[in-house]
Structure formats: C-alpha cells, structure tokens
C-alpha cells in the first residue's frame, strides 16, 4: 500500500518580529563598521594615530570575514539559526560596548576586531531566516529587507556619526551611544528571537540538509552556483570599486569650478548616500518582483547589464556636460540607478543560491557568495590604486559587468529547481 504525507505549511506572523530583530542587530553592527571612516579627521586626532590606522578600523571588516567565513557557516549550521547567529550578535555587543571604555588606539582596534569577528555569523544568515520563517512568495523579500537593514546602518553610520561628536571633536558620546544601542539589541535579540516555527512555513525548511563539510565540497559541484560565485565576484567587487573610485572622477574635474559652500567630500557623500538610497529601493522592489513572478534569472542579467551601462555613463558624461552642477545631478541620478539595479542583485542571488542548492544549508551558499563578494572588492580596489588612468578603471569595471551577464545568461531558472510539497 503507498501511502501519500502531505505537509501543511503554516505562515506565522511572528517572522516579522524575528527578521526586524535580526535587522537591527546587522544594522548597528554595520554602523559600527564605518564609524571611523565617517569621521576620519577627528578619529586621528583624538588616538594620535595617521590615517592608515583609522583605515584599519575598518579594514578589519573586510580582513576578517574571509578567514571567519567557514567558522561562522559551520556554526549556524551546528546550533541554528538563534544560537549560530546569536554568536555575532553577543559579540556585536559586547565589543560594541567596550569600544568606548578607552582612549587607546590599540584597544578601540582589538574591540573593532571583535566586532568585525560577529559580521560573518550575521550576513550568513540571510536566508536562514527566510527559509527558516518566511514563506515561498516572500523569500526573496525578506533577504531583500535584511539586505536593507545592512545598507540602512552603512548609511545612517555615514550621516550621523559626524553630528555625534563632542564640540571638541571626540567620538566618545558616539561610540557610548552606538554601544548602548548594540548591547540593547543584543538583548533584545535573545530574549525574543525564535530559532523557527512549530511548523514549516515552506517545502525548503522542510527538508532534511546534509552535512555542512560534505555540502561545502558539493556547492562547487553545481554548474550555477559557480556561475553565481563569479556574479558576486564581479558585482559586489564593482560595486565597491565605483563607489571608492568616484573620488577620482572628483579629483580629476579641474575644469569645472565647485560652488561656493561646497566641498568635493561633502558632494561624495551626498552621492554615496543616493547610491545606498537606491540600492535599498532596488533590493525592495526588484525582489518583491522576483518572487511574485517566480523568477531569478533575469533579475540577474537586468543588474549587470545595467551596472555596466551605469558604469560607463559614470566617466562619460563628464565629456559632454561642463556645468558642475549639472553634471553632479547627473551624477547622482546615475548613482541612484546603480544602486538600484546592481544592489538588488544580492538579495536575489543569496535566495537563489539556497534555492538551488537545497538540502546544502542556506548560510554554506550565503557565507561563500558574502566571502567570493569580499574578495571582488580587494581585487577590484586594488585596480583603483595600481593603475592611475581614470577611464581606464571604469571601462575595466563595465566589461566585468558585461561578463558577468554573459555567465548570467548561462544559468537556468527557479522553476528548474523548485520543491514539490
């Protein structure tokens, strides 16, 4: 006799107290990532150090996450979401904390480091959470507004870390006040956060996964999660290139007069802020759209054609437009698109990834395309630095793209893969 189980899956309201808990705790951590860089000048005056060590405040992020990838995947993997994540929300908080106790460059660097060893536990958890609590129809949404809470700290890091410092210029308010709130979250992390539901809310959370070890080996296995590690490389490499690398363009605009009031950084950081603007309203939307029409593929292809367009256009209007106020409106329109299409990639891509690749656990895929997406921006950055010719770097960062959509068109759609209940 065959006998036929039927799972119901059952949405819980709950998930929304989960994912904001989680947002807020990767938002702060963020915050916490970019304060210095947000307030350079005052940072090295009050630690008595050159600006490279301020630089390294935040380097530490990027450094660490690569050797912390594996340790933090193997983690959520072994306790779960809660716990697993739950040890880079502890350590977001404590050292978050602990980063204003003292005046010494030394220790506020240990304490960065200790923050920046909780980044990985945080974004490899992603679409743990959402496979974990959200429904098919709202899988890619809910990375999506995870992805935002990550760009929403980098952003507010950037805006209000400047207007927190004493009127002698000291960061030490801030830093109490940015620890007060990571400790805040912490607890409030742990108190209310549920590892899952009593029962699935999708056929993904519903299946058993396989090893973490074996399921790292079998990922690079898979014809089309290679084909994502190179959209990652390529993408998230690109993205933080132009965004370092629009500083050149500003620098290299001899002939246009800045008005009155104005300074290059204040104009870049106007535009860095339209540019993660854009990325939060493309991540939103695009992946709303994403899951309503059960597609990713072309998603994909739409970002990095437009990236290398957007890239382009970055350089090139300056050759035809010679008002600097036009040109910078310009500019900032171009930075909003760029946002919008090239960041809306990351949500899309990470669900894709687990959806792909099931029964692998979601933080192994996640970890390794956030890890592939660090390496792009050290490799690309590089770029930046060891070839001096402007144009050239942006025709560089658009072919990239554009090779990036060739792989895209390579891969094969959601419905090739989807789970029957």
Known sequence: MNTTVTTEYKVYSYRWIVLVLFGLIALINQMIWITFAAIEPSAIAFYGVGSNAILMLSLVFMIVYIPMNIPAALAIDKFGLKWGTGIGVILTGIFGILRAVS???????????????????????FTKVSTNWFPEKEKALSTSLGTMFVLLGVLLGMLISPFLL???????????????????????????????????????????KVFETKG?????????????????????????????????LYNSLKVLTIPAGFTPDDLLGILGGIMIVGGIAGAVTLSTLSDKYRKRKPFLITSAIAGAICTLLFFFVEYF???????????????FFFGFLLIAALPVGLTFAAEI???????????????IGQIGG????????????????????????????IFAFRMKDLDAYELKS
Do not use: R
């Not at 790292?216 to 998230?236: S, Y």
């Open 103 to 125: 005046t010494q460059y030394h220790w506020v660097l240990i304490f960065q480091i200790g923050c920046a060893i909780g980044q990985p536990f945080l974004l490899n958890s």
């Open 166 to 208: 004493n009127p002698a210029g000291e960061p030490t308010i801030m830093l109490y006040i940015y620890g007060g709130i990571a400790l805040a979250f912490m607890v409030l992390y742990l108190i209310f956060v549920k590892d899952k539901p009593d029962t699935p809310p999708n056929p993904y959370s519903d299946k058993t």
């Open 216 to 248: 790292t080996w079998d990922l690079f296995k898979h014809k089309d999660f290679n084909i994502l590690l190179i959209l990652f490389l390529f993408g998230a490499g690109t993205f933080n290139a132009v965004s370092t690398g629009i500083a050149q």
């Open 321 to 335: 437009i010679k008002t600097f106020m036009l040109l910078y409106i310009l500019h900032c329109i171009i930075g």
């Open 357 to 371: 690749t099931h029964p692998i656990p979601e933080e192994t895929s996640n970890g390794w395309l956030m890890w």
């Open 378 to 405: 050290i490799a690309l950055l590089g770029i930046i630095f060891g070839i001096s010719t402007d144009v050239f770097n942006f025709i560089i960062y658009a072919v990239i793209l554009a090779i990036a959509a």
